[in-house]
């Protein structure tokens, strides 16, 4: 793994002012962003989110995922708190690409769930790798978290990279007509703890 640090700069946001850290992974072409506001380093646990890219959620607005209302309430929960992090992967589609992720779509528009359709794709339900992360904590000296997350495997690959996570905090938004099935099937077939 070879994610360096590059630079820093201030984002003023809706939410308040972050400082906006860039990563570079040049072995596999990728830029991720970090987030943080307050003094993240001093030892207390960090209030923090860990977003995977979702460019028709967080960006395009799309009512099909629960991806752009859990970025933005994990942002208001860490502008309310004044300290926290929130690390931006570019992990688009869990992983296999966005592409891949409107083949995807495009078989459950045919009545596949999220899981058959990646698997119908040669993927696996979930391609995520998070030990990128690493140097992003190590960078911002956070070695323990208060972790935002319905995932209970995002836990447990976080604790595999040394980091504590002292607390989930679950991160439910409001479904609809568009993501109820998908938000069964990562319920069903993912593990998610909901409700
Ligand atoms: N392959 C695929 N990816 C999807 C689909 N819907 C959303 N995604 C992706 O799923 C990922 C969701 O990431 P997160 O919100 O960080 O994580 P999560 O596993 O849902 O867990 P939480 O922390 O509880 O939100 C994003 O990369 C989305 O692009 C889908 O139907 N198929």
Same mark, same amino acid.
């Given at each position: 793994?070879?994610?360096? &640090?590059?630079?820093?700069?201030?984002?003023?946001?809706?939410?308040?002012?972050?400082?906006?850290?860039? &990563?570079?992974?040049?072995?596999?072409?990728?830029?991720?962003?970090?987030?943080? %506001?307050?003094?993240?380093?001093?030892?207390?646990?960090?209030?923090?989110?860990?977003?995977?890219?979702? @460019?028709?959620?967080?960006? $395009? &607005?799309? %009512?099909?995922?629960?991806?752009?209302?859990?970025?933005?309430?994990?942002?208001?929960?860490?502008?309310?708190?004044?300290?926290?992090?929130?690390?931006?992967?570019?992990?688009?589609?869990?992983? #296999?690409?966005?592409?891949?992720? #409107?083949?995807? +779509?495009? $078989?459950?528009?045919?009545?596949?769930?999220?899981?058959?359709?990646?698997?119908?794709?040669?993927?696996?339900?979930? %391609?995520?790798? +998070?030990?990128?992360?690493?140097?992003?904590?190590?960078?911002?000296?956070?070695?323990?978290?208060?972790?935002?997350?319905?995932?209970?495997?995002?836990?447990?690959?976080?604790?595999?990279?040394?980091?504590?996570?002292?607390?989930? #905090?679950?991160?439910?938004?409001?479904?609809?007509?568009?993501?109820?099935?998908?938000?069964?099937?990562?319920?069903?077939? @993912?593990?998610?703890?909901?409700?």
């Amino acid at each position: 793994m070879t994610v360096r &640090f590059v630079d820093s700069a201030s984002l003023p946001t809706a939410w308040g002012e972050f400082d906006m850290h860039g &990563f570079e992974d040049a072995q596999a072409n990728k830029e991720h962003v970090v987030l943080t %506001m307050g003094d993240v380093g001093n030892g207390e646990p960090v209030l923090a989110r860990v977003h995977s890219e979702c @460019l028709t959620g967080d960006a $395009l &607005f799309s %009512m099909r995922c629960d991806c752009g209302n859990q970025l933005q309430a994990a942002l208001e929960a860490i502008a309310a708190e004044g300290r926290g992090a929130l690390f931006y992967l570019r992990q688009e589609g869990r992983g #296999i690409g966005l592409l891949n992720k #409107i083949r995807a +779509y495009k $078989l459950q528009d045919a009545g596949a769930d999220t899981v058959e359709a990646n698997e119908r794709l040669g993927f696996g339900a979930d %391609m995520r790798d +998070y030990s990128i992360l690493k140097p992003m904590f190590d960078h911002l000296a956070i070695d323990s978290v208060r972790l935002m997350t319905n995932n209970p495997r995002k836990v447990q690959a976080l604790e595999e990279l040394g980091v504590k996570v002292v607390e989930r #905090i679950p991160l439910h938004t409001h479904s609809n007509p568009h993501n109820e099935k998908y938000l069964r099937t990562k319920a069903g077939k @993912l593990g998610h703890l909901f409700g």
